[in-house]
């Protein structure tokens, strides 16, 4: 699809604007990527994206930032390599290929999400507001927080996927991807980003959202 394709080419042009950003699509890692790292993690997306179309999509989870076990490796937001085969068989039977020589790693955020995507009867679409790793020492892994000025610079593709996709819900998770909607001027659904201790307050935003109080105990 001729639009999915021009957003992934507009995610990586951001590479060399942003200051100390990793961008997963147009950026080498050497301590942990294959040599063809960024066209597997480019093909992960397109596959992932044009597959959620086909299924038309009807909810977006909008996350902060990518933190550096994410799409960092993966190549999509919210999922990372533990997940998938998970994903693949939600999404049809798909296969995403590793783009990283070192073990398979995940997020905090990621096992959080798909503790609860697991729940769903459809897989929602996942974004984050910022869109590269943003991080704050060298090697480079070491997480930060975007700036209002990086979210405001990078909106425009969030704004794109909206156009492509047109999600009936969209959940903002954390005030840095409330803010990034908000600035788009889209109302969404804010839930406690899972870090920092948000995790139980996470699980019960979208329990709530979804109806799915009684799914299991908060651990």
Same mark, same amino acid.
């Given at each position: ?21 990793? /961008? ?19 093909? /992960? ?175």
């Amino acid at each position: 699809m001729e639009a999915i394709d021009h957003l992934i080419e507009e995610l990586a042009k951001l590479s060399g604007k942003h200051n100390s950003c990793f /961008n997963p699509f147009a950026d080498h890692c050497p301590t942990h990527d294959l040599p063809e790292a960024i066209t597997i993690r480019k093909a /992960n997306l397109r596959r992932y994206l044009l597959a959620q179309h086909q299924l038309q999509a009807d909810s977006l989870w909008v996350g902060e930032a990518p933190g550096y076990n994410g799409v960092r490796r993966s190549g999509m937001y919210l999922v990372s390599e533990p997940q998938f085969e998970e994903l693949g068989r939600r999404l049809g039977g798909i296969q995403f290929q590793k783009a990283t020589r070192t073990p398979d790693q995940a997020t905090r955020s990621s096992k959080a999400v798909w503790k609860l995507i697991q729940t769903l009867a459809a897989v929602p679409l996942t974004y984050d507001a910022f869109p590269l790793h943003a991080f704050r020492n060298n090697p480079p892994f070491v997480n930060r927080s975007p700036s209002r000025s990086e979210l405001q610079d990078t909106a425009h593709i969030l704004e794109r996927l909206l156009e492509i996709f047109q999600p009936q819900r969209i959940i903002a998770i954390g005030r840095k991807a409330e803010y990034a909607l908000d600035y788009l001027g889209v109302k969404s659904i804010y839930v406690r980003h899972p870090s920092r201790g948000g995790g139980p307050a996470f699980e019960q935003g979208i329990k709530g959202i979804y109806g799915l109080e009684d799914a299991w105990p908060l651990e």
